[in-house]
C-alpha cells in the first residue's frame, strides 16, 4: 500500500526528468539548426545580382542547412516552423536573424493531462561587407613560366565569389609601373567593363614595384572611408620586390662611385673612380619629381622621370593588351623612348650612377627605406660628399629597400586605427620571399607576428596549377572575418 501511494508522486517526478531530458535534448538541436541556418544564410549572401534575389537564394539555402540539423519527426516533433530574416542593421552589415519553433510531445507528463509543448530557439550572423583590392604581380616572370594566364583565370573566380550590390572590388596591377586598373565599385559584376574584362586585359612584363603598388590600393581603400566594413588586400607575387618609385636627388657634385659605370667621363674600369659631375643641370625641384628605378640580377635598368609626374619603364605598357597613346591614368601621352628629352635622364643604365646622387630616406609616398633588410644595405661613408645616404649605385641596395619599402606599407595600413587593412598574400613558385609575405600578412607565422593587430594569411602556391587552391583558401578566410 505504501508503494501503491509512493507511485502517485514518483511517476510524475521520473516522468518529469525523463520529458525534461528529451525537451532539453529537442532544444539543443533546434538551437544548433537555428545557428547552422542564419551561418549558411550569410555566407551565401553573394548569390544573385541584387540584394532582393541573393535574400532569396541565401535564405533557401539558409532554411536546407536548417532541415539538414533538424530532420522533419526529429525525437517526434510536430509543426516545425523555421523562419529567416535579413536585414540591414547598421551601415555595412547584414544581419541574418532565424527563428524556429517545435511541439514536442510529452509522454510520462501525460498523467497530468499536459500532452505536448512547445520548444523555441534562435540564431543569428552578421556579414559585413567587404572592401577588397586585388594587387596582381604582372612582371614579366610571370609570363615566362606561363603563369600569367592561370592567374588571371583564378583571379576572375575569385572576384565572383563576392556580393555584387554590396560588397565593393577593384584592382591594382604591377609590373615595373603600377596602373590603378579598376577603382573599387559594389557594381563590379555587370557594370559596363566589369572586374572580369580588366583582369582579362592585364599582361605579364617588367620587373615588381610591389610596395607602390601595395600602397596604391591601400589609398583607394582609405578613399572609400568605410570603417565599418572588412578592409582587405590581396596581394599576389611570384617573386621579390625589385623597383621603388622615390624622388632622387640629382647628383650635383663630383663623388666617388663603386663598379665601373660604364661611362667614358668617369675615368677607367677601377673598382672605384671619381665621376665628373653630370651633363645635367637639372635640380633635384617639383618640376622632376617622381623618379623610378628598378634592378634586375645585378642588371640595372632606370625608369625615366616622364614630364615630371609619370614613371615609364622601357617596354613596360602599364599591363594593358592593347596599350594607347595615351597613358592610362590621364597622364601625358607615351612619347616614343628616343623622342624624350628629359634633362639628361633617361632609360640607358649607364647614366643612373652618373646622374642621381643616392636613394631618399622615403620614397614618393612618404614609406621608409629602413627596416629588417638594413644591415645588407649600404651607404656613403669616409668623407664622402654624400655621407651616410643610402647608395643607389650597388644592386643589392635597391632589392633591398625595395623589401624593407613592402613590409613597411603593410605594417602602416594594417596599424591604422580608424580603416585598419587586412592583408592576404599569395606567393607562386620558387623565386618569392616567404618571410617578406609573411611580414607583410601579419601572419600568425611571421617572426614579427604582432597579436594585438588582426592578422591576414600567407598562402603558397607552389606551382601554377596550385594558384586556384590558394585564392579559395583566402576566399574561406575572408568569409570567417566577415561573419
Known amino acids: 500500500m505504501l508503494t501503491a501511494l509512493m507511485l502517485v508522486m514518483t511517476i510524475p517526478i521520473v516522468g518529469l526528468a525523463i520529458d525534461a531530458g528529451l525537451l532539453y535534448l529537442i532544444r539543443a538541436r533546434l538551437s544548433s539548426a537555428c545557428d547552422a541556418a542564419a551561418l549558411a544564410t550569410a555566407r551565401n549572401l553573394n548569390l544573385g545580382m541584387n540584394l532582393t534575389d541573393q535574400t532569396a537564394n541565401a535564405t533557401a539555402r539558409g532554411t536546407a542547412f536548417f532541415n539538414a540539423n533538424f530532420p522533419p519527426g526529429y525525437l517526434g516533433t510536430t509543426s516545425v516552423t523555421p523562419t529567416i530574416t535579413v536585414s540591414q542593421a547598421t551601415l555595412n552589415t547584414l544581419t541574418v536573424t532565424t527563428s524556429a519553433t517545435a511541439t514536442a510531445g510529452l509522454y510520462f507528463m501525460r498523467y497530468l493531462g499536459t500532452t505536448a509543448t512547445l520548444a523555441s530557439s534562435s540564431g543569428r550572423a552578421s556579414r559585413r561587407d567587404v572592401n577588397l583590392m586585388l594587387v596582381l604581380d604582372r612582371s614579366g616572370s610571370m609570363q615566362v613560366s606561363g603563369s600569367c594566364a592561370p592567374m588571371i583565370a583564378a583571379s576572375k573566380t575569385f572576384a565572383d565569389l563576392f556580393v555584387q550590390g554590396r560588397d565593393r572590388l577593384g584592382m591594382v596591377t604591377y609590373g615595373g609601373t603600377v596602373f590603378n586598373a579598376y577603382a573599387p565599385t559594389n557594381d563590379f559584376k555587370n557594370a559596363v567593363t566589369p572586374l572580369s574584362a580588366a583582369i582579362d586585359q592585364v599582361v605579364c612584363t617588367g620587373q615588381t614595384n610591389t610596395a607602390h603598388a601595395y600602397w596604391s590600393a ?26 621603388l618609385t622615390a624622388r632622387f636627388p640629382v647628383r650635383t ?10 661611362s667614358q667621363s668617369c675615368g677607367n674600369d677601377n673598382p672605384y673612380f671619381e665621376c665628373l659631375l653630370p651633363k645635367t643641370t637639372c635640380q633635384d625641384d617639383n618640376g622632376y ?48 623612348m628616343a623622342q624624350r ?16 646622387a643616392y636613394i631618399p630616406a622615403q620614397d614618393v609616398n612618404g614609406v621608409s627605406i629602413s627596416g629588417y633588410m638594413d644591415s645588407g644595405i649600404e651607404r656613403f661613408t669616409g668623407g664622402h660628399p654624400y655621407t651616410g645616404q643610402v ?3 650597388t644592386p643589392n641596395n635597391l632589392s633591398r629597400v625595395a623589401m624593407n619599402l613592402s613590409v613597411n606599407a603593410a605594417a602602416a595600413a594594417r596599424n591604422n586605427a580608424t580603416i585598419p587593412v587586412v ?3 599569395i606567393g607562386l ?5 616567404h618571410d617578406i609575405l609573411l611580414r607583410m600578412a601579419n601572419d600568425t607565422a611571421s617572426p614579427t607576428y ?4 588582426i592578422n591576414g594569411l600567407y598562402i603558397y602556391a607552389p606551382s601554377a596549377n596550385q594558384i586556384s587552391a590558394a585564392y579559395a583558401r583566402i576566399a574561406s578566410e575572408v568569409l570567417r572575418l566577415a561573419l
Open 218 to 243: 591601400y589609398q583607394q581603400l582609405l578613399t572609400l572611408n568605410q570603417p565599418l566594413a572588412l578592409n582587405m588586400i590581396v596581394l599576389f607575387t611570384d617573386g621579390i620586390p625589385n623597383t
Open 253 to 262: 657634385v663630383a663623388d666617388v662611385r663603386r663598379d665601373n659605370p660604364w
Open 289 to 336: 619629381p617622381n623618379t623610378h628605378a628598378s634592378w634586375g640580377t645585378f642588371a640595372p635598368k632606370l625608369g625615366v622621370i616622364y614630364n615630371g609626374t609619370l614613371n615609364v619603364t622601357e617596354g613596360d605598357t602599364f599591363g594593358l593588351l592593347n596599350p594607347t597613346a595615351t597613358a592610362p591614368n590621364g597622364g601625358e601621352p607615351m612619347i616614343p
Open 341 to 356: 628629352v628629359l634633362c639628361g635622364m633617361n632609360s640607358n643604365q649607364r647614366l643612373m650612377r652618373q646622374d642621381l
Open 391 to 393: 647608395r643607389l649605385d
Open 423 to 425: 592583408t592576404y598574400t
Open 429 to 433: 613558385g620558387t623565386l618569392v620571399n
Open 450 to 453: 604582432d597579436n594585438t593587430k
